[in-house]
Each structure stands twice: as structure tokens, then as C-alpha cells.
């Protein structure tokens, strides 16, 4: 167990301007805490913070991370809470241990294994500081060095497979080598124990045999770098377990067959003296074919640059050699974190080279950024902030671009359960449908069988799916409502004509309107694509039309619903509608559709009905008179929570703001929420708009809308 002046002495090496006194407190604090805690092992539980924070400063990390490690379980585990954390230790260490704990936290319910790539996108998206997710890979790194002592072995090999899906995954991605290889091995040796040690016993084996062979091929081939004037390090290895097992499932060959068992490493001080190193090993040595990548000029996605190559070496050892300068090794090992180091040397300036922007860039947003948001905004993390990621209540996790809420959820879980949400309970409490979801929420879909899409949830859908669900739906019943419309237009102009109606008579015309059916028919004249008149004419061509369309006017004079004199722009004569579609008000922008045989209909200008509406010639252009003593009716939708007096609470908040209610139906009666439409006399949209604002302030009323 590494010793507290260990640690610290540690840190003052490689930052000599570390807070020697927030380390002691926090090593102090942490072990008091700790207490008589043990693990598994039956050391005192502080050894793990303790080596968790060796591990980070094996990476070179800012004392405030090292400080972290120490304290990372104190929250979840002993009685600290953050705020005890922020007074002691500061706003930034409160806020990582907060981080990690919330990581912890999140590793409890990592149960379904399919899902480990949205698992590993969300544990990224919810650190909100780079370092927040290195304290969690050493804190893996540490519990896997102690798996062992775990008794229970299903429990060993779900932490290990968990390991090896989530973690080692993660830190390749990361590009810290040293913890990757690691942990893969450590996994390994518990998912795979029989692969592990046979591998292990082959390689010791073989090392005994040739402990001279890696020494004496490191020295021809110093000998000939020397040949060319060139300095550099040499180091052979050998690769891990896991690395040999993965290569010998994929190439389907047997340990025997697997030739390059060794590497070799050549760091140089350049770029050019790294070709210049390749072109001496490639003229020296024969070149085995298709071996040769060049991630210098083109690096891994984690930043990782080097030559790789392979020959038949020394010997006539087929050897595989990595070559590559400090930097670039420096990188490879430690990926990520090495930022901390480079900005400590030289205050981050002196790798001017251009591979190195990338770290210079994480630097100053490190020490620019506003909060940690913006910080992760810009840095490598930012791949995920387009996305949220939410469990079911059975813990599958639903991956949905930011902005997404309760019913594109539904959605993405199922087509059938989108449809047919009625509610939804986020982290156990019942909220709206159009909450917009945030990362690590659970999310229960309530549902009823009842229940259909509602136009108004495309307002606040982002996915395409639930989007063209929805869209999809409304079009089905916009089609049966102009079915309705048209057939009612049809029967009635058939009547005032005087002659005989039946479907069956449309079908010898339904050829010449390209209809498919009857409905189809039906369908283009409530529409208005098709006139009921012309039908007539086209069954009954003798027929006189202009007589019906007088006729149909004046019956319709006699009894309009409404007085036309509120609105200017009318026809003299013509009965006037306030269409259902969008009931529109003085103040709103209107227009009139001259509709034969009924008058005209006004609508809203927006309304899609007069957005789609493609006769012109029909369209009035309409206002409303300056004066207007009369009241009018708009029509409110609201949904709110099943509670005793909820409705009267409704009515009574309408009436208190002058408010007439003049008709109510309930939608849509759910246990937890009832959708209702409410038709209010008021006296214009200002008038309309302060009593929905009026109902948004109350509590139980979930959503209100103007139809
Ligand atoms: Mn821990």
C-alpha cells in the first residue's frame, strides 16, 4: 500500500505546485471516514481510495483528481455528503466526487450486456469533466486487481464481462494503453481462466527458452540504428494474453502458428527520424507483406501515432516493431490524461508541433470554459452531446438525440406503445408528455388502449419516428373527417336536385375522378378537390346547377350560426361558419373559404386546412370589424392530472378570467390524466390568451393549448 508521504512526494514531482495540504487533509479525512471498513480482501477499505490515487498519479493527474481518488467512495459508502465535501475540499473537488458518485451509481443498474455501447456513450455524456472518468477507470483498474478475493464467481464474471465490454473499450477510445491492457488481461483471467493460463504458461515457457533471444535481437538492432547515426531507445515485449488469444480466434491459428508473439519498440526524437528508422529496417531486414501502417501521417481516432511493421528479424525471428517519437509513446500510453502532464511542463506551449494542437486546444478550454458543460462541450466527449440516453423500467437503455421527450421515448421503444401513451413516469414521479428527457432518467410509459396520437405531440416530438407516427395517424383521420364532409355534401346537393341518390349510382363516375372508391370520392369533395355539383352533373348531365347553388344559399341564410357583421371582406347574403378545425377569433388573421351549397367558412389564415386549400378562386380574404360587441368561441385542449376536484378547479380559474364555458367533452378519461376540450365564449385571442395563461399557473393542469 502506497504510504501517504509516498503519494504526496509523487505528486511534487511532477507538479511542484501541488496542494500539499489538501492532499494530507484528504488522505487523513478519507481514512477517518473509512473507518473500520473492510473489503473483500480484508484490508482496511482505505487502501482502495489510497491505490486508486496511485494509479492517477502514475498518470500524472492534477492534485485535484489525485484528491478526488481519495474521496471518490466517501459519499456513497460513509456518512460524508457533498456539501461536508465542498466546505472541506472545495467547489471543484465537490464537484467530481459528485461526478464519479453519480457514476457509481449509474454502474448499478448496468445490468443488460447488449447494451454496452449505449451504456459506455452515457457514462461519457454524464461525466462532466474529463476527469471524472479517469477516477472511475482507476477505481475499475483497482476492484479488478482485487476480483480475485470475491468469492462469489457468477458475481466475478459479470464485473469482469462488464469490464471488458464497458471499460476496456472505453479507455482504448481514450487512448490510455497502460489501463487498457490491463484491465482487458485482468478480465480476461476471469472470463476465460483455462484460455488465460494456458496462453501465460506458453509464453513463460518460451521466455525461458529465449530470455537471451529478445536481448539479443534489442542489441542488433541497436547496433544498426547506430550504424546509421541515429539514437534511440529500444524496449522489447511481449504481447498480452488476451492480445495473443484475440489473434489466434480471428486468424483461426494455434499458438504454434502464431509467430510474432514478440514486439519491439523504437523511439526516436522525430518524425523524419522515424521513416528514417523505417527505411534502415526495411533495407536491413526482409519485410513481411501487409504489415506495414503509417498512423503517423494518418493517427488513430484516440490521437495514437506510430509506424508499425513487421519482419523477419534477427535470428529469423518474425518480429513485429512499433516505431515513434517520446511524444507519441507518451501519448500512446497514457492517451487522454497526458494533457495534464504536458501542461505542467512547459505551461502547454512548447509542443508547438501541429500533432499536438489537440492537446493544446484541451488545455485551453480546460482553463477557458465557463463551466463544466462548455468544457465538455469542446472536448472529446462532445461526440455524445448530440444524444440522451434513458432506462426503461426493466434498465435497457433508449439512446434519443438531445431535446427528445416522453414520447419520442414511447416511440422508440415501440410503435404500439407510442400511439398509445397516455402518460409517463420519469425517475418515479408523474410528469407531462412533453418533458424533455435528460440523461440517465428512467422513463415509464403509461398506456391506454383507448388512446390515439394527438396532432398537438408533434409540437414537441424530435424523432422521425414518433414524427411520421403521428403525421401518419392525423392524415387517416383528416381523410375519414373529408370523407364524412363530403359525403354529407353529396347527399344534400343530390337532394336539393331532386334526384335519386345511392353510392351505387357514384360508382359509374368514379373513373372519371380517378377515385378508387366510393370513399376515395367522398374524400376529394370534403376536401374540395371535387365539387358535390360536379358529381351531379357528371351522374345526372341534363342537370340545371346553377339553380342548387342559389337554393343551397338561401336555405343556408336563413339560419347562420353567426351574425356575419363582425367580419369584413363577407359576400352579402352568404351564411357564415367559424370552422372547427381552428375556431378562430377577432384578432386572428382570417380567411374565408366560399364552401358551395353551405357559405363560407373562416378560418384561421395558418390553418392548414387554407395552407393546403389549392383553389384560390374560393379563398375570401377576411378581418374582423374594429368593433365587436359580440362574444366568440375558441376552443381550448387541455389535459390534466385525475384528481378529486380537478375539473371544478378547471371551470372555476375559466370563469374567474370572464370566461363562458359553453361546451366540454372529455377526450380522453385515463386513470392518472384526462385530456378535455373546452369551447370558451370570450371576446377575443387577447382575452382567450390570458385565461390559458391563467390555467398554466395551475398546478394540476399538465398542458393547455388553443385548438
Ligand atoms: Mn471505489
Redesign the pocket.
Known sequence: MIRQFELVEKLKEYDPNTDEDMLNRAYVYSMKVHGAQKRASGDPYFS??LE?AGILADLGLDCFSIVTALL??TV?DTGTSIDDIEEMFGAEVAKLVDGVTKL?KLELQSEATKQAENFRKLLLAMSSDIRVILVKLA?RL??MRTLHHIKDITRRRRIARETMEIYVPLTERMGIHNLKDELEDLAFANLNPEARDSIANRLKFLKRNREDTVVEIIDKLKSTMDEADLSCEISGREKTPFSIWRKMQKNNITFEQLADVMAFRIVVKSVPECYQTLGIIHNQYLVVPHRFKDYISTPKPNKYQSLHTAIIGPQNHRIEIQIRTQEMHHIAEIGIAAHWKYKQEDGGIAHEGKQYAWLRGLLEILEQAADPEEFLENTKLEMFQDQVFCFTPKGELIGLPRGATAIDFAYAVHSEIGDKTIGAIINKKQMPLRTILKNGDQVEVLTSKKQNPSPTWERFVVTGKARSRIRRFIRSQRREQFCDLGRSLAVKVFKQANVSYSEKVLQSVLKKYKAQSVDDLFAMVGEGLVSAESILSSVYPNHDQQQVVNESILENKEKPKKSPMSIKGLIPGMAVHYAGCCHPLPGDSIVGIIVTGRGVTVHISDCEVITQFNQPERLLDLSWEEEISEKHVGRLQMTFLNQKGSLANVTATVSKHNGNIVNLKITNRATDFWDIYIDVEVESVEHLNNIVAALRTVSIINAVYRD
Request: aromatic content about 0%; glycine content about 0%; charged content about 30%.
Open positions: 482502495h481510495p486508486v471518490h467512495d456513497e457509481s477505481d483497482h476492484n
